[in-house]
């Protein structure tokens, strides 16, 4: 039983990330065989990216696919630790699993992600889910046939959680959900520490990927058809930071845009780590799509200090001009409300901001306290009640500039990447270069290639547009 330690994977050391490669082991190739699982994924675009390593693996070892998970025998919870809803979401589908494996005591139900990660999580499940069966981290994915086959051979509940900085696994095989769009690592890992976040404790040292990896990567996705690759990190500016040579994301971005892939997109950036270098590469090349998403938390600079966040209100509005010089550009952002000590006046210096910066989307949150954080520690005297009043107004603010931007669209023609069939009867929806979501009447046959679609309608969340 390797259990997770918070004062471990909170440690720091100047050694490079070791990289190893993903060891497919022929004995356990029918582990599954007559088998079905049913994985759940929570949280972010990592965590979805890594539920396609581990959807892979397990076909890998014979087993099948289902996507009604009362019928599965095996369950897997992907889950993330980013805000206290997640993890009540996780816990509760673990009561409905317990339910299930009552009647079905041959049901293997696991846990991973960010939450296996987390030192209370695993108390609390060793204290109240005894009955889970295996538990592995975001460290060790690549263990997870040695894992399974450990609790097939003994029938004893299974825990391997590393807190350790982390290594660079290559070569595991990938299941991707989509046959034209695709998500690629960059980068693994957060060293920013923000006083608020759990990420670098449950995800590790910050260490990239090397450049040849991730090429090979997306022209291997061009010779299978892709159109868009969305490069990921938890601060994806950071990339290259921790080689011992100069390489950066300013130089991936340009590498990745030569291999002429039509889309490129990256997430999630730090205000502190984007350069000008980088603007200039996303202004020279067509090929990367003029949609960023800079997360602000907070337009106080006293609150943003107390989140660590390393840059004031003024240095973002500076850098968000920057940015908005980029022809067409979208801007999208992310915002703590009710952080500890925000008062009334903080709040106000939101606002302000969101009014000069009038985001095209924005993802809004109450502060949620993480354990083990620097501020989960902090004393909090606004009440819930206030908190939640500030969201709504805060909620109907963005709402306003979302539903401006997207009628200054109207009449517009736009490159549309169709993603599939719309939940509008009868129409086809897709993604324009600015990520913003669109529909319109077409044939299915023109799911996954770009078209040009013209705008006709806007509305607060979407976009109506007619094929040209």
């Not at 892709?226 to 938890?234: N, P």
């Amino acid at each position: 039983m390797l259990l997770p330690n918070y004062a471990e994977a909170r440690k720091r050391t100047k050694n490079n990330a070791t990289k190893e490669f993903y060891n497919r082991n022929s004995e356990f190739c029918n582990l599954g065989l007559g088998k079905k699982y049913f994985v759940k994924t929570y949280g972010c675009q990592m965590n979805e990216h890594d539920t396609e390593n581990i959807k892979a693996i397990l076909d890998d070892l014979g087993f099948t696919e289902t996507d009604n998970y009362t019928n599965a025998d095996l369950v897997l919870l992907n889950t993330c630790s980013i805000r206290e809803n997640a993890h009540n979401k996780a816990f509760g589908m673990l009561g409905r699993l317990k339910h299930i494996k009552q009647l079905n005591h041959n049901l293997i139900v696991g846990l991973c992600g960010c939450m296996a990660q987390e030192e209370v999580v695993i108390d609390e499940i060793l204290k109240k889910y005894k009955w889970v069966d295996f538990i592995f981290g975001t460290h060790n994915i690549h263990r997870l046939p040695y894992i399974l086959n450990d609790f097939l051979s003994v029938g004893k509940q299974r825990i391997e959680v590393y807190s350790r900085e982390g290594n660079i696994v290559e070569g595991i095989p990938v299941k991707r959900e989509n046959k034209f769009k695709a998500y690629v690592n960059i980068m693994y890992g957060c060293d920013k520490f923000c006083t608020y976040c759990i990420v670098p404790y449950t995800r590790g040292k910050q260490r990239s990927r090397i450049k040849d990896d991730i090429i090979n990567e997306i022209n291997d996705l061009i010779k299978n058809g892709y159109q868009e690759v969305t490069l990921l990190g938890q601060n994806v500016n950071a990339y290259g930071k921790d080689f011992s040579y100069d390489y950066n994301l300013e130089n991936l971005l340009e590498d990745v845009a030569k291999t002429g892939i039509p889309r490129i997109r990256f997430m999630t950036s730090h205000p502190w780590d984007f350069t000008d270098g980088m603007l200039n590469v996303i202004k020279k090349y067509k090929n990367i799509m003029p949609s960023i998403h800079l997360p602000v938390q907070s337009g106080s600079s006293k609150i943003l200090k107390l989140m660590g966040r390393r840059y004031t209100k003024e240095e973002y509005i500076k850098l968000f001009d920057k940015i908005k010089k980029i022809p067409n550009v979208s801007v999208s952002t992310d915002i703590i409300v009710g952080f500890p000590n925000e008062t009334e006046d903080d709040f106000n210096e939101t606002i302000d901001l969101v009014n000069y910066c009038k985001f095209d989307n924005a993802f809004t949150f109450i502060f949620s306290p993480r354990i083990g954080t620097p501020a989960s520690k902090l004393e909090d005297l606004t009440t819930l009640e206030e908190k939640e009043k500030r969201l709504y107004t805060l909620n109907e603010i963005v709402n306003k500039y979302f539903l401006e931007n997207n009628q200054k669209m109207i009449g517009k023609i736009v490159k549309v990447l169709v993603d599939g069939i719309s939940d509008k009867k009868g129409m086809l929806c897709g993604y324009t270069e600015t990520n913003k979501l669109i529909n319109f009447i077409g044939d299915e046959a023109l799911i996954g290639k770009i078209v040009e679609v013209q705008v006709t309608d806007a509305k607060t969340w979407s976009l109506d547009g007619k094929l040209i």
